[in-house]
């Protein structure tokens, strides 16, 4: 099981983009400890019978790889939020798109670690394809509340891509920054 | 430093867009691609993903572009890494941390030899783009 946010909700940004989302919102939102992720796409979506069959670790759709038994994304999400006793919420609509929402108190016993969410973000953004990709990230800290918004269209558009290295250079930094400010000014 | 904006990003790209053009620019022909599925996170991709980013920004590499991507199929050799260099054997490397990663740029980018002992087979089948 990974062992950060960011890593699960990377697994779960990559189903969007290959569920063929052109348009997927990643909101986390922190409030002291308590932890709200949104992951919302327009892609293809599940109906019931698939949505049931999305939370067991020995389903796959057998797509992406033909011999594989399991898909593992969104149980193991499921099992950390449970371990952290948090709110876990999927809901879908074939053809329409997707929606995960989950969320637990970062200072539960049992709760992952955020993890470097520039980081997250940063290899969010990478996965190819020319969909947006929009950040939303809001902290309330001990001094105050404040957020930022990154979109992936924007990004690629300022920096001319995001596949050379003077890009990504640019890309990691930016990201970097943005996380950092907003830390030093909500603690 | 005060929080960057959008434009400052691009006035930045703009400055090293100028020490680009000043290189010998051989068009964008050398790909890296990095595996970055669940397997791949585990034993520590995304450290791989920022040591090429460092390495290649270091050796002032202009003709490189790196990628992402899921899981090759070899999640016991985690992280892997598959490379495109012109002339050369498209080849996956397996457990690249971040000294292999200084290797591959040192010996496979830039000196056109193959990194030894972490050379793994072509990735399964049915991700094979053709």
């Known amino acids: 099981?990974?062992?950060?946010?960011?890593?699960?909700?990377?697994?779960?940004?990559?189903?969007?983009?290959?569920?063929?989302?052109?348009?997927?919102?990643?909101?986390?939102?922190?409030?002291?400890?308590?932890?709200?992720?949104?992951?919302?796409?327009?892609?293809?979506?599940?109906?019931?019978?698939?949505?049931?069959?999305?939370?067991?670790?020995?389903?796959?759709?057998?797509?992406?790889?033909?011999?594989?038994?399991?898909?593992?994304?969104?149980?193991?999400?499921?099992?950390?939020?449970?371990?952290?006793?948090?709110?876990?919420?999927?809901?879908?609509?074939?053809?329409?798109?997707?929606?995960?929402?989950?969320?637990?108190?970062?200072?539960?016993?049992?709760?992952?670690?955020?993890?470097?969410?520039?980081?997250t973000f940063l290899s969010g953004f990478l996965f190819s394809g020319d969909h947006e990709l929009v950040v939303h990230r809001h902290l309330r800290g001990k001094s105050g509340a404040a957020g930022y918004t990154v979109s992936r269209r924007e990004l690629t558009d300022a920096l001319g891509g995001l596949e050379e290295t003077d890009s990504l250079v640019l890309a990691r930094d930016f990201l970097r920054n943005q996380e950092e400010e907003l830390v030093k000014i909500t603690f | 430093m005060a929080k960057m904006t959008l434009e400052d990003l691009r006035k930045l790209r703009e400055q090293k867009k100028g020490e680009m053009d000043k290189r010998d620019m051989e068009g964008k022909d050398v790909e890296i691609i990095i595996g970055m599925g669940t397997c791949g996170i585990a034993a520590g991709a995304k450290e791989c993903l920022d040591a090429f980013i460092l390495e290649i920004d270091k050796a002032g590499l202009g003709n490189v572009t790196v990628k992402q991507t899921g899981c090759m199929g070899l999640c016991y050799v985690e992280p892997t890494v598959e490379v495109h260099v012109p002339g050369?054997?498209?080849?996956?490397?397996?457990?690249?941390?971040?000294?292999?990663?200084?290797?591959?740029?040192?010996?496979?980018?830039?000196?056109?030899?193959?990194?030894?002992?972490?050379?793994?087979?072509?990735?399964?089948a049915d991700i094979i783009r053709n």
């Open chain 1, 1 to 119: 099981m990974h062992a950060a946010v960011g890593d699960f909700v990377l697994d779960c940004l990559q189903n969007s983009v290959e569920a063929g989302a052109d348009r997927i919102d990643l909101e986390i939102f922190q409030e002291e400890d308590r932890l709200r992720v949104t992951l919302r796409d327009n892609g293809c979506g599940m109906d019931q019978e698939e949505l049931k069959k999305a939370l067991d670790p020995f389903y796959t759709d057998g797509k992406k790889h033909r011999h594989r038994k399991v898909g593992l994304g969104l149980p193991f999400l499921a099992q950390a939020v449970d371990l952290a006793e948090g709110t876990f919420r999927l809901s879908s609509e074939k053809g329409r798109g997707t929606t995960l929402e989950f969320g637990f108190s970062l200072n539960h016993l049992d709760a992952p670690p955020l993890g470097r969410l520039d980081k």
């Open chain 2, 88 to 124: 050369m054997p498209d080849t996956i490397y397996g457990k690249v941390d971040a000294a292999v990663v200084r290797q591959i740029v040192e010996e496979h980018l830039v000196g056109k030899t193959l990194v030894n002992n972490h050379i793994f087979d072509r990735p399964a």
